[in-house]
């Protein structure tokens, strides 16, 4: 079945659509919150979503989530820092998932926002020094995960540092079908990955379509 998984921010819309698509692939998945009753009221409706042979959703406080074996950080950029320093030591020792994209609207418009680590990730990384940091499910459609009955057909860059994590969650991003890991290199890679979002976001718009990525000739 592979590592259970947690889900920190796993009630918003990357968070409930991961944890839809890694259930209905059979993975054991939490997702966590800071009130655990809206935890468990999101698992209760992914749940209600999946047929018998999928894996059920479960649902608790972001602190509980924190001590699973793999952690997706599923928060919006500007709620990272402040909700993970406070789980930093049950993150010690973990692949960590970060999949922020720090961005901002003018006029309505998304806009890339540069930190100064360099990316969400990179970011990620110095709040938790002690976890394996790899940076993934950035360029992913929230809605398109939501909808099981969309098949998926896209990649997804996966980078980090320590080549064995950044393997790990490579297969793990393979375990959704339909979606195909590219692994990108190092940490700092990811700033060019999150800088694709504000991208797609313009597109669609622009195109009345959900957009994706694909790397071809590999």
Avoid: W
Wanted: hydrophobic share 45%; proline share 6%.
């Amino acid at each position: 079945m592979g590592e259970p998984i947690g889900i920190i921010g796993g009630t918003g819309p990357l968070g409930t659509g991961l944890a839809l698509r890694f259930a209905a692939a059979g993975l054991e998945v939490q997702v966590g919150s800071r009130d655990p009753e809206r935890a468990r009221e999101v698992a209760h409706r992914l749940n209600s979503l999946l047929d018998g042979s999928a894996t059920e959703v479960g649902g608790g406080r972001n602190q509980e989530v924190a001590a699973r074996a793999l952690v997706v950080v599923a928060l919006p950029y500007e709620a990272m820092r402040a909700t993970v320093l406070g789980l930093a030591p049950e993150l010690a020792g973990k692949i960590v998932i970060s999949t922020a994209v720090p961005m901002s609207f003018a006029s309505g418009r998304p806009e890339p926002v540069h930190p100064e680590a360099g990316s969400a990730a990179e970011e990620l990384a110095e709040i938790c020094p002690g976890s394996r940091v790899v940076g993934a499910f950035q360029t992913v459609a929230a809605g398109q995960l939501l909808d099981l009955r969309l098949r998926l057909d896209e990649d997804v860059l996966v980078g980090g540092d320590d080549r064995e994590a950044r393997k790990e969650v490579a297969n793990l991003v393979q375990r959704i079908e339909g979606l195909r890991a590219v692994e990108s290199g190092p940490l700092a890679t990811c700033r060019y990955a999150e800088g694709l979002t504000p991208l797609l976001l313009r597109l669609n718009r622009l195109h009345h379509a959900q957009t994706g990525i694909r790397i071809t000739g590999l």
